[in-house]
């Protein structure tokens, strides 16, 4: 049997960083935003919660990056970034449509960011302040676009609705058995209902 090369400490390094940023997921499935401790961050990584303040300024820094991995907004920016250089203001309601429709498969199939939300709209913290300014700053660049073929139409508005009718539709459906206005999208059928409704919207304004 081949024994493994021992790769370096810089490795090792790096293997107990994403360990770190990893448990922070872990604390927020089990524990919530409020569990976000360095003894529990620590724990759930198996490493020396003295690991923490090695690698990253502070817990909140580690929590930061952990955020701005799983933030679909700041994930997207890069492949929105392509869209819009390719797209010259052409048809810029397919692309807010193409970044809505996947905001709702992304936050409906991620537990961890549906409890990131919630955490940012039951607290003020600097870590949630500074993503939802990255996020604004991505939204900027998008609606300078829309303005042009939005001309009249008040395209903010109707994406903060939007924004905001998925994340309550989803946070709604992963915490009730109940249906909100005779649908459920935790069926197919009713996913597929209102993906429809949100290219209704935009194909209408």
């Not at 409020?34 to 690698?55: E, F, H, M, W």
């Not at 955490?119 to 993503?131: A, H, L, N, R």
Request: with cysteine; glycine share 6%; net charge positive.
């Amino acid at each position: 049997m081949v024994r493994k090369k021992y790769k370096g400490e810089i490795n090792d390094k790096e293997r107990s960083k994403q360990k770190l940023i990893n448990a922070v997921g872990k604390v927020l499935k089990t524990k919530g935003y409020t569990g976000l401790t360095a003894t529990n961050i620590a724990k759930a990584a198996g490493l020396s919660r003295r690991l923490i303040t090695i690698y990253f300024d502070s817990v909140d820094d580690l929590i930061e990056i952990y955020v701005r991995n799983k933030d679909y907004w700041t994930a997207a920016s890069g492949k929105v970034g392509e869209m819009m250089n390719g797209n010259e203001s052409r048809d810029t309601r397919k692309m807010i449509d193409y970044i809505l429709q996947n905001q709702l498969d992304y936050f409906y199939n991620n537990s961890e960011m549906q409890k990131i939300i919630l955490w940012e709209i039951s607290e003020k913290t600097k870590i949630m302040y500074d993503v939802c300014e990255e996020r604004e700053r991505l939204g900027s660049k998008v609606f300078a676009l829309a303005d042009k073929e939005f001309e009249g139409k008040d395209i903010r508005a109707v994406s903060a609705i939007l924004v905001a009718g998925i994340y309550y539709m989803v946070l709604h459906a992963k915490s009730t058995d109940t249906l909100f206005c005779e649908i459920d999208i935790n069926q197919p059928e009713g996913m597929k209902r209102i993906k429809n409704a949100i290219s209704l919207i935009l194909e209408n304004t």
